[in-house]
């Protein structure tokens, strides 16, 4: 196939796992109550209940991997299996990206067909005509990004030169934020009302919109926020 009727760049992409931006940071800080430290300065009771303990903090940000939308419910007939795939990928006549704010996905986020796009727009694809291929090409969009923080609370107590008591507080997920997966990506132009054979309504309603278990599975990256208390004994 010659490069005037196959344009070769349609093979070539980033990376799925292509993640073009993280950030990472982190920090150690003493909290500056109990004995020697600038508030409550004391022992006894006070220093032995405020005093002495050690925060941990972490945060981290990452930007979205790439997806290569696709189609279905084309009213067109195409070469099966065509070129590694070419064939299942739609025309684009528009930027598609994600919504300014994707990340309000409405009153009913548990509803997939209420929920809105996070995607801006499916008026920006079309179907190939019968038996061509579409321009979209490998891994052209990103999903949205990725959020986390947790925080660790420790202080330790000396019982004889070596032995220790250690308790300490873990906090994933403390600001309740929440990372979605991918969203639907699959462009579905069909105009009837329900897809044949289901009782679902149409998927072009799905398009940009996150599925059921669709979440992010890290409690420490933006999943459900989860408290764990300790006490260690070390010697």
């Keep these: 196939i010659s490069s005037?009727?196959?344009?070769?760049?349609?093979?070539?992409?980033p990376s799925s796992f292509d993640r073009r931006l993280r950030y990472v940071g982190n920090f150690s800080y003493d909290l500056p109550f109990g004995r020697g430290k600038r508030f409550l300065?004391?022992?006894?009771?006070?220093?032995?209940?405020?005093?002495?303990?050690?925060?941990?903090?972490?945060?981290?940000?990452?930007?979205?991997?790439?997806?290569t939308p696709g189609f279905i419910n084309s009213p067109y007939s195409y070469l099966s299996g065509v070129f590694g795939g070419i064939?299942?990928?739609?025309?684009?006549?528009?930027?598609?990206?994600?919504?300014?704010?994707w990340q309000d996905l409405g009153g009913n986020r548990f509803n997939q067909g209420q929920q809105n796009s996070?995607?801006?727009?499916l008026a920006n694809f079309a179907?190939?005509?019968?038996?061509?291929?579409?321009?979209?090409?490998?891994?052209?969009?990103?999903?949205?990004r990725g959020i986390g923080a947790s925080f660790s609370v420790r202080k330790e107590f000396p019982i004889k030169e070596r032995a220790r008591i250690q308790i300490r507080l873990d906090f994933q997920n403390p600001f309740k934020?929440?990372?979605?997966?991918?969203?639907?990506?699959?462009?579905?132009?069909k105009p009837s009302d329900l897809v044949a054979g289901t009782t679902n309504p149409n998927s072009s309603n799905l398009f940009g919109k996150y599925g059921t278990g669709n979440e992010a599975?890290?409690?420490?990256?933006?999943?459900?926020?989860?408290?764990?208390?300790?006490?260690k004994f070390t010697f």
Excluded: H
């Design 4 to 13: 005037t009727v196959l344009d070769p760049l349609l093979f070539k992409g």
């Design 41 to 67: 300065n004391r022992g006894g009771i006070l220093n032995g209940v405020f005093g002495g303990y050690n925060l941990v903090w972490q945060y981290d940000v990452y930007s979205g991997n790439p997806v």
């Design 87 to 101: 064939g299942g990928r739609p025309m684009v006549l528009g930027p598609a990206t994600l919504r300014d704010d």
């Design 118 to 121: 996070a995607i801006c727009c």
């Design 127 to 144: 179907y190939p005509a019968a038996y061509t291929w579409g321009n979209e090409g490998r891994n052209t969009f990103y999903t949205q």
């Design 177 to 189: 934020w929440y990372n979605w997966g991918n969203p639907t990506t699959n462009v579905d132009l």
């Design 217 to 231: 599975t890290s409690v420490a990256d933006g999943g459900v926020p989860m408290m764990n208390g300790t006490i």
